[in-house]
């Protein structure tokens, strides 16, 4: 009787750890790796979210007491489309020329031409999901980009404008930058009109100027505003804005799009 | 298990999966499905952008079919703690993905069950970028 006992008392014990570990199994199918929030903003690729600082501190500043925003960031903008990053109820205030083309621009063979899946760079302000870092001295601040090339962005600190002769339109223009404050404030033109701002294929024209406004609250995030004023394809200049996590344990890696990057875009689009 | 190389699908899942990947996943992949695949690998390409790997897939008549996954970078994959020499030709695996849209014989990876049991967060939807609005 008392062996019978035991041995009932076995066999609840395997059926119940038996649900419990199917219920577990279950639970992980259910929370199989979503990719990112869809609402985007401050939500790095799932690649990215692990390395995201857990703790925070004060804002870290350099010698001369600005705030030193050199790190590793995640991306902090959704860029599906950059319509998403602007504040909740606005729209993107394109002339109608610009809502033709990206409406023509919304086919899978016009996604061919997007410059990003055939590597080439992303422009201003478009992001990768992968990191960025910063790297900051006090006449010149450098963000190095992992993707979508490898590519970097310099600014320069020492209290120049833009070069006043023209400029030869380039991918990431030309930037300057100066301090408000604890804000960085940074100052681009002399954009070519080869990028596209986004997934959604919104464009920009050569006119195209866009001011930053960088500020890093605390030890673990860069807050971003980012103001697009291009007269040749929009009405008016309109804000996005974007939330960093900074990344630990980690550094930029090499992401060589090149490499096999034709055959990919065969596949994404055939 | 080892030698039941069935050919395993899992059901056509609807997983709401609202993502697109780094090249543009939605174009190639139904990421409102998904299938459960299991096979030996046949070869391995650690390349940018994407990387692949391939595997024979038996059907209960011992009918192999050749499929191509395809998985995040290898800077996404090494940061989801993934080796080039992690996967190796020979190698029996489960991979969890999205098929192709077209039915080819593809599919986009999310987690892959390694030879060992080990299961590793894998693919494009992975490293999804913020692409969820196009």
Request: hydrophobic residues 35%; glycine residues 10%.
């Amino acid at each position: 009787m008392r062996k019978d006992l035991a041995t009932a008392l076995c066999v609840a014990v395997v059926l119940i750890l038996s649900s419990i570990l199917a219920v577990g199994q279950k639970k992980q199918e259910e929370h199989e790796p979503q990719g990112v929030n869809p609402a985007g903003g401050g939500v790095p690729a799932v690649s990215l979210k692990h390395l995201e600082a857990k703790s925070s501190g004060p804002t870290p500043r350099t010698a001369d007491g600005k705030p030193d925003l050199s790190g590793v960031w995640g991306p902090g903008l959704n860029m599906g489309s950059i319509a998403v990053n602007l504040k909740p109820g606005e729209e993107l205030p394109l002339q109608p020329w610009a809502i033709k083309l990206t409406e023509e621009r919304s086919t899978p063979e016009a996604k061919r031409t997007d410059p990003k899946p055939n590597c080439l760079p992303d422009g201003v302000p478009r992001e990768d999901p992968f990191p960025y870092k910063i790297v900051q001295t006090p006449k010149l601040i450098v963000f190095l980009l992992e993707g979508n090339v490898h590519s970097y962005r310099q600014i320069f600190m020492d209290g120049s404008g833009h070069p006043t002769d023209d400029l030869e339109p380039s991918y990431y223009g030309d930037s300057r930058g100066h301090w408000e404050g604890d804000t960085l404030v940074i100052d681009t033109i002399g954009f070519n009109d080869k990028t596209w701002f986004d997934g959604a294929g919104h464009p920009h024209t050569e006119k195209l100027h866009v001011i930053e406004r960088y500020q890093r609250p605390d030890s673990a995030h860069l807050e971003f505003e980012v103001t697009i004023d291009d007269p040749g394809a929009y009405t008016r200049a309109f804000k996005i804005y974007g939330h960093s996590p900074l990344l630990l344990n980690t550094d930029l890696m090499e992401y060589w799009c090149i490499e096999n990057g034709a055959q990919d875009l065969i596949h994404i689009v055939k | 298990m080892g030698t039941k190389l069935g050919f395993l699908v899992a059901g056509l899942v609807i997983a709401a999966l609202p993502v697109l990947a780094h090249h543009a996943f939605g174009f190639q992949y139904d990421a409102s499905k998904s299938m459960t695949l299991h096979g030996v690998v046949t070869k391995v390409e650690w390349t940018n952008p994407h990387a692949h790997f391939y595997v024979d897939v038996r059907d209960e008549n011992g009918n192999a079919t050749n499929w191509n996954m395809e998985l995040a970078s290898p800077n996404a994959l090494r940061r989801l703690g993934w080796t080039r020499d992690i996967i190796k030709v020979g190698d029996e695996v489960s991979v969890f993905g999205a098929p192709a849209k077209d039915g080819a014989k593809m599919a986009n990876a999310r987690t892959v069950t390694l030879a060992d049991g080990r299961k590793m967060v894998a693919g494009l939807a992975a490293e999804s970028e913020k692409e969820s609005g196009q």
